[in-house]
Structure formats: structure tokens, C-alpha cells
């Protein structure tokens, strides 16, 4: 048996209304300036050395060199924090004050300034009696350099990574707190580029793709060098600015190429060091700004040249609220470089309240697409993600069945202990009774547009019928077996609101209908009218029911589904979740059933182009 899972499960929306919305595109973030994996293509490819590959991306630019001054970098995982503890084994300094190796030194912000005292143990244990106060931004730093030990350099006790350099804790005139990390720049590139690129391209092609690696530390110490961010820090370590993990990363491939490169930038025509944009992948072109867009052939290696993807409409009416229900998007303007015509510019998108004008930036921002090059497409089929059990993990069966506004249902028509693969559209119900990609095993007609689909097994045979339930009359309509012909049961029992949903709630054999609604399972014990037989408070507006039986003994339990968030019970009562996991995301729907193991397993589908 099984949920029927649609998107008429979320809302009775107008037929015209669009569920999903695909997407077919091209390159992997902004497309400015170098392409990595363009760069690694040419190196790989083409044999372009650094200086080559740096000069087609960078066009306007001429090679130039800085000294090792330092760089000060944000480390974004600690802001806003209250409490900041660093440690080293070797001896260290905080504004005058000698700290024992091993020790930890303790800030604590009180108002707008930081109290200090330290703690024997390292990042653990209690606080040192007599903290001063040591003012806004304290200097912290190793009298002696560590070398490559990292046990001597500077651990941060909040995120456990080592680091090179020394440290202020920092309140900004907004009364918010940061760490620091003041590096000179050579060392702050070890931490950067094996983050932003493969140090395994280093090995590719016989060492040629070390200069796609040379090409990237060059343009990370350009960028890093040209950064200006705020009063206290010039960058951060996310990818807001360039990705930097400290000394925990450091790989003898990328240490080489930033030797092999120590010093080198890239500088406009003023003389000022360029602020080298670099992202993932162009798709074919660079977006231009600053830096001349250019045709980028090495880019085809790219997992994200070409990519697809699917959005639920939801979220498109989430971002711009004002259209209410999504209806279209179109594209009004492209840069007309490349396939498509080109990235987007800008983009109308329209809704049952009406429309906006936006960006491509602004679209792909909003719905995380992997670019702002990009077509609206309309997804054309169903993928179907399966596990044999109820946990997390990568899919044990994925394969694609049914079109992309299909209602998706596990069903075992053949009674063989096993569900397979059933959709359902319009009164239309197709099934496959093998966990595989084909044309459907059998087919029937029973049922309508605005009816939702159900399967159990009604009768206690071993196999299971179908069914539909009329929201308008809250009545469901069952048949013992799959064909198509008169009701064997009609049963009045729900309302327009509630969600059907089956299951063996006493274990006797026989599937029996329920409804659900913001939360409350109302379950009966056989297929006739009546009182509930269960009444149940589990789950909240929003969530999707998800019954089944989980723990394999022979009873529907009850669980619920949020974008992706299993929450399931091993009986139909309430209480605290037995099991929990993370399968899925927003935008996918579940699909409970017995895949194969002793008891049901979890699954979701999601139109796809």
C-alpha cells in the first residue's frame, strides 16, 4: 500500500498551475574573470602554461609582483560569538601578557571590548581567576614561527583548525564580534587554493595540470591582495570571498605551485593589483565586467558545462511573493554570447496575481541555480530515488518512470511482498511491477482529474487494489483489484481538506482508509463509515503524511515528510519520533514502500527534465 504524493496532496490548485519548473543551463557560478575548471582544461588539453591561461581570462591585465605583506582574513564560523578561545603548544602573547604553551587564551566580550584570562588546559576546562579587559581588537601572536608543526601554530578552539599567523579578536563599531587571522599573504594561499581548486589536477596529463594550479594561486593572491572589505579584515574564508581553511588543508601540490608562482599578480592598466574574479565554470563564455568576455573552449571538461535541474514552483512564488501563484517565466534579454543566446539579463515571471521584471543574478540567487545562463524548460519525466530502509543515504534504485505531473504511488499488484512502481494522472493508472525503467506492465482507466489515487489491499488477498478519494465529498471509491469497472466499496469518510491516507493500522491483514490534516490522523479499522478507531495528534500544517511499516511487524504506523525530513512513529500514537532522518529535499515528494527489505523503506520522486 501506499501514499498517493502529488502536488494535488499540498493544495487543490488550478489545473493551469505549474508544479515544477525545470531549468537547462550552462557554467557553474558567476563566470567572471577565470574559469577553473576552463583553466585545467586548457592546461590538460591544450598545454597553455599559467602566464597563457591567466591572459586570455584576464584580458587588460599584465603580470606584476607584490611583496609576502600580510593578509587579514575573517573567519566567518565565529562571528557573532560571545566566546572566543585559542590555543598553541608553544608559548604566545596576548597584548603584553605571556601565555603558556598548551594553555588557552580566553576572550569574552563584555559590552564593546573583550575580557581576557586563560584556562590550563588548552580549549577545555576552567577559566584562570582575574580577567582584564584588553579593549576592542587584542593582538594575539607566536613570538617564534612554527614552521609546518602545526600543533605549534594557532589553534581556534571554536572550529578546531589550525592556523598560520596571529589573531585579533575584533567588536566592529556595530557592537559585532570577529576573529581575525593576520598571515602573510604566501602562507594564506597554502590555506586557499587546495579549497578553490583540485590539488589532484597537479598529477593530470603528466604534471601538466599543475599550471591550471599555478594559474589559480596566482589569481587567489591577486584577489586576495586587492580585497578591501571592511576597516578590520580585508577578505573572509567562505566562498563570499575565497574559500580558506587554514593549515588544515594544505597539500604539497598546491604549496608547490604558489612557490613556483611566489610573488606574481595580475595589475590593470592603472597599476593597481586586479581583483581576480575566478568561479567554477564559464559553460562556454566568461560574463565580462571587468575582465573582456571571452569564448572558453577548456571548459568542457566541466561536471556543470551543461547541467539540468528542477525547482518547485513554490519556491519561485516564496521569492517574489507579489505574483501569488506561479504561472510562467521568460527571458526578455541575453548577452547574445554563446548557446541560448547567451546568460540571462533579465527575465519576467508571472503569477495568478501578476508579474515582475528581475534579473538573471537575481533568479539564480533565489532558486540556488548553478548560473545565470540559463532556459526555463518543462520537465518531461519522473525520477524516482529509492532505499530498502529508513535511513539517509545515497539511492539504492534511481530510475525515471511516469511524466513530470503524475501522482507517484507504491503499490504491490502482484503480491509478491514487493511494491512497484505506479502513476497515476487524470484517471489514468499505469504500473510496473519491477523496480526498473520501461513501459508500464498494465493499465487502467479509473478515476478522475480531480480525484486523488490510492492502492491497498482492501480484501485480505495478499494484493492490492486501487482506489480514488473526492476531495469535494470527502468519498472514496476502492476496487479489490486492479481493473477497471464499478466500485467494490464506497465510503463516505473525510472532507475537502483532509489527505487520505492507508495503511494495516491493527495488523489483521486488510489495508483501511484514514484521513489526515494539519497534524491530526483520524484512522479506521475496516472500510465502512464511522467514528475514528484511532485519533491521533502527530505532524503540523505543511508536512506530508507518510505511513508505513517500519519496523516490520505486520502494522502501519504513522510519520510524517518536511523538504526532505523523515519524522516517523513505530506505532500510530503520539510522541517523539522513533526514527528520524534526512532523505530528499524541498521540492521532492516521498514515496513510502517496501522496496525489497522486511519492512518499508523510504523513497521520493521528483519531475526532472
Same mark, same amino acid.
Given at each position: 500500500?501506499?501514499?498517493?504524493?502529488?502536488?494535488?496532496?499540498?493544495?487543490?490548485?488550478?489545473?493551469?498551475?505549474?508544479?515544477?519548473?525545470?531549468?537547462?543551463?550552462?557554467?557553474?557560478?558567476?563566470?567572471?574573470?577565470?574559469?577553473?575548471?576552463?583553466?585545467?582544461?586548457?592546461?590538460?588539453?591544450?598545454?597553455?602554461?599559467?602566464?597563457?591561461?591567466?591572459?586570455?581570462?584576464?584580458?587588460?591585465?599584465?603580470?606584476?609582483?607584490?611583496?609576502?605583506?600580510?593578509?587579514?582574513?575573517?573567519?566567518?564560523?565565529?562571528?557573532?560569538?560571545?566566546?572566543?578561545?585559542?590555543?598553541?603548544?608553544?608559548?604566545?602573547?596576548?597584548?603584553?601578557? $605571556?601565555?603558556?604553551?598548551?594553555?588557552?587564551?580566553?576572550?569574552?566580550?563584555?559590552?564593546?571590548?573583550?575580557?581576557?584570562?586563560?584556562?590550563?588546559?588548552?580549549?577545555?576546562?576552567?577559566?584562570?581567576?582575574?580577567?582584564?579587559?584588553?579593549?576592542?581588537? @587584542?593582538?594575539?601572536?607566536?613570538?617564534? !614561527? @612554527?614552521?609546518?608543526?602545526?600543533?605549534?601554530?594557532? #589553534?581556534?578552539?571554536?572550529?578546531?583548525?589550525?592556523?598560520?599567523?596571529?589573531?585579533?579578536?575584533?567588536?566592529?563599531?556595530?557592537?559585532?564580534?570577529?576573529?581575525?587571522?593576520?598571515?602573510?599573504?604566501?602562507?594564506?594561499?597554502?590555506?586557499?587554493?587546495?579549497?578553490?581548486?583540485?590539488?589532484?589536477?597537479?598529477?593530470?596529463?603528466?604534471?601538466?595540470?599543475?599550471?591550471?594550479?599555478?594559474?589559480?594561486?596566482?589569481?587567489? #593572491?591577486?584577489?586576495?591582495?586587492?580585497?578591501?572589505?571592511?576597516?578590520?579584515?580585508?577578505?573572509?574564508?567562505?566562498?563570499?570571498?575565497?574559500?580558506?581553511?587554514?593549515?588544515? /588543508?594544505?597539500?604539497? #601540490?598546491?604549496?608547490?605551485?604558489?612557490?613556483?608562482?611566489?610573488?606574481?599578480?595580475?595589475?590593470?592598466?592603472?597599476?593597481?593589483?586586479? #581583483?581576480?574574479?575566478?568561479?567554477?565554470?564559464?559553460?562556454?563564455?566568461?560574463?565580462?565586467?571587468?575582465?573582456?568576455?571571452?569564448?572558453?573552449?577548456?571548459?568542457?571538461?566541466?561536471?556543470?558545462?551543461?547541467?539540468?535541474?528542477?525547482?518547485?514552483?513554490?519556491?519561485?512564488?516564496?521569492?517574489?511573493?507579489?505574483?501569488?501563484?506561479?504561472?510562467?517565466?521568460?527571458? +526578455?534579454?541575453?548577452?547574445?554570447?554563446?548557446?541560448?543566446?547567451?546568460?540571462?539579463?533579465?527575465?519576467?515571471?508571472?503569477?495568478? /496575481?501578476?508579474?515582475?521584471?528581475?534579473?538573471?543574478?537575481?533568479?539564480?540567487?533565489?532558486?540556488?541555480?548553478?548560473?545565470?545562463?540559463?532556459?526555463?524548460?518543462?520537465?518531461?519525466?519522473?525520477?524516482?530515488?529509492? $532505499?530498502?530502509?529508513?535511513?539517509?543515504? /545515497?539511492?539504492?534504485?534511481?530510475?525515471?518512470?511516469?511524466?513530470?505531473?503524475?501522482?507517484?504511488?507504491?503499490?504491490?499488484?502482484?503480491? !509478491?511482498?514487493?511494491?512497484?512502481?505506479?502513476?497515476?494522472?487524470?484517471?489514468?493508472?499505469?504500473?510496473?511491477?519491477?523496480?526498473?525503467?520501461?513501459?508500464?506492465?498494465?493499465?487502467?482507466?479509473?478515476?478522475?482529474?480531480?480525484?486523488?489515487?490510492?492502492?491497498?489491499?482492501?480484501?485480505?488477498?495478499?494484493?492490492?487494489?486501487?482506489?480514488?478519494?473526492?476531495?469535494?465529498?470527502?468519498?472514496?471509491?476502492?476496487?479489490?483489484?486492479?481493473? @477497471?469497472?464499478?466500485?467494490?466499496?464506497?465510503?463516505?469518510?473525510?472532507?475537502?481538506?483532509?489527505?487520505?491516507?492507508?495503511?494495516?493500522?491493527?495488523?489483521?491483514?486488510?489495508?483501511?482508509?484514514?484521513?489526515?490534516?494539519?497534524?491530526?490522523?483520524?484512522?479506521?479499522?475496516?472500510?465502512?463509515?464511522?467514528?475514528?478507531?484511532?485519533?491521533?495528534?502527530?505532524?503540523?500544517?505543511?508536512?506530508?503524511?507518510? @505511513?508505513?511499516?517500519?519496523?516490520?511487524?505486520?502494522?502501519?504506523?504513522?510519520?510524517?515528510?518536511?523538504?526532505?525530513?523523515? +519524522?516517523?512513529?513505530?506505532?500510530?500514537?503520539?510522541?517523539?519520533?522513533?526514527?528520524?532522518?534526512?532523505?530528499?529535499?524541498?521540492?521532492? +515528494?516521498?514515496?513510502?514502500?517496501?522496496?525489497?527489505?522486511?519492512?518499508?523503506?523510504?523513497?521520493?520522486?521528483?519531475?526532472?527534465?
Amino acid at each position: 500500500m501506499a501514499l498517493a504524493t502529488s502536488s494535488a496532496v499540498l493544495a487543490a490548485a488550478p489545473a493551469q498551475a505549474a508544479t515544477t519548473v525545470g531549468f537547462a543551463g550552462h557554467g557553474w557560478g558567476h563566470g567572471r574573470g577565470l574559469s577553473q575548471w576552463g583553466a585545467y582544461g586548457y592546461a590538460v588539453d591544450r598545454g597553455w602554461d599559467h602566464r597563457r591561461i591567466l591572459d586570455h581570462y584576464y584580458g587588460g591585465t599584465s603580470e606584476g609582483t607584490i611583496a609576502d605583506d600580510e593578509v587579514s582574513v575573517r573567519l566567518v564560523g565565529v562571528t557573532g560569538q560571545d566566546l572566543i578561545v585559542l590555543t598553541s603548544k608553544q608559548d604566545f602573547v596576548v597584548e603584553g601578557t $605571556r601565555v603558556p604553551g598548551g594553555s588557552g587564551a580566553v576572550f569574552r566580550r563584555t559590552g564593546g571590548t573583550w575580557s581576557f584570562t586563560t584556562r590550563a588546559d588548552g580549549c577545555f576546562g576552567a577559566d584562570a581567576p582575574g580577567a582584564r579587559d584588553v579593549g576592542r581588537a @587584542p593582538a594575539v601572536w607566536l613570538p617564534t !614561527d @612554527p614552521g609546518d608543526d602545526r600543533s605549534r601554530m594557532f #589553534r581556534v578552539c571554536n572550529t578546531d583548525r589550525p592556523y598560520r599567523g596571529n589573531f585579533r579578536p575584533v567588536v566592529d563599531a556595530a557592537g559585532t564580534s570577529h576573529l581575525v587571522n593576520h598571515v602573510p599573504i604566501e602562507s594564506y594561499l597554502r590555506g586557499v587554493v587546495p579549497r578553490e581548486a583540485s590539488a589532484s589536477w597537479g598529477d593530470a596529463a603528466g604534471g601538466r595540470g599543475m599550471a591550471a594550479l599555478r594559474a589559480q594561486a596566482v589569481a587567489a #593572491r591577486s584577489y586576495g591582495r586587492a580585497e578591501a572589505r571592511t576597516s578590520y579584515a580585508q577578505s573572509c574564508d567562505t566562498d563570499s570571498c575565497q574559500v580558506y581553511g587554514g593549515a588544515l /588543508n594544505e597539500d604539497p #601540490r598546491t604549496d608547490r605551485a604558489i612557490a613556483e608562482t611566489r610573488g606574481q599578480v595580475r595589475r590593470l592598466a592603472s597599476g593597481a593589483v586586479a #581583483r581576480t574574479e575566478f568561479s567554477a565554470s564559464s559553460g562556454g563564455w566568461t560574463a565580462g565586467g571587468v575582465f573582456p568576455a571571452v569564448e572558453d573552449l577548456g571548459d568542457t571538461r566541466a561536471p556543470r558545462h551543461d547541467w539540468t535541474l528542477t525547482v518547485p514552483a513554490e519556491r519561485i512564488s516564496a521569492a517574489w511573493p507579489s505574483i501569488g501563484e506561479y504561472r510562467s517565466m521568460t527571458v +526578455l534579454d541575453r548577452n547574445d554570447l554563446g548557446r541560448d543566446g547567451g546568460r540571462v539579463l533579465s527575465v519576467r515571471i508571472t503569477g495568478a /496575481n501578476g508579474s515582475v521584471t528581475t534579473t538573471g543574478d537575481a533568479v539564480r540567487s533565489a532558486l540556488r541555480l548553478w548560473s545565470n545562463w540559463f532556459t526555463p524548460v518543462q520537465p518531461s519525466e519522473t525520477m524516482w530515488m529509492l $532505499r530498502t530502509t529508513t535511513s539517509g543515504g /545515497n539511492p539504492e534504485a534511481q530510475l525515471r518512470y511516469g511524466g513530470p505531473n503524475d501522482t507517484t504511488l507504491a503499490c504491490d499488484f502482484d503480491g !509478491d511482498g514487493r511494491d512497484g512502481l505506479t502513476v497515476y494522472r487524470a484517471g489514468a493508472w499505469d504500473a510496473r511491477v519491477a523496480l526498473s525503467e520501461g513501459r508500464p506492465d498494465a493499465s487502467v482507466s479509473y478515476g478522475g482529474p480531480a480525484m486523488r489515487p490510492v492502492c491497498g489491499d482492501w480484501d485480505g488477498d495478499g494484493q492490492d487494489g486501487i482506489g480514488v478519494y473526492e476531495p469535494a465529498t470527502g468519498r472514496w471509491f476502492l476496487k479489490d483489484h486492479f481493473a @477497471p469497472g464499478r466500485a467494490d466499496a464506497i465510503v463516505q469518510y473525510g472532507w475537502s481538506a483532509a489527505i487520505p491516507v492507508v495503511g494495516d493500522w491493527d495488523g489483521d491483514g486488510r489495508d483501511t482508509l484514514g484521513v489526515y490534516a494539519a497534524g491530526t490522523w483520524l484512522l479506521r479499522n475496516a472500510n465502512t463509515p464511522g467514528a475514528p478507531d484511532v485519533s491521533t495528534q502527530y505532524g503540523y500544517a505543511g508536512a506530508l503524511p507518510v @505511513p508505513g511499516d517500519w519496523d516490520g511487524d505486520g502494522r502501519t504506523s504513522i510519520g510524517i515528510h518536511d523538504r526532505g525530513r523523515w +519524522l516517523l512513529r513505530d506505532s500510530t500514537g503520539p510522541g517523539n519520533p522513533d526514527r528520524a532522518l534526512d532523505y530528499g529535499a524541498a521540492g521532492y +515528494l516521498p514515496i513510502p514502500g517496501r522496496w525489497g527489505g522486511p519492512a518499508d523503506g523510504v523513497g521520493v520522486s521528483v519531475p526532472v527534465l
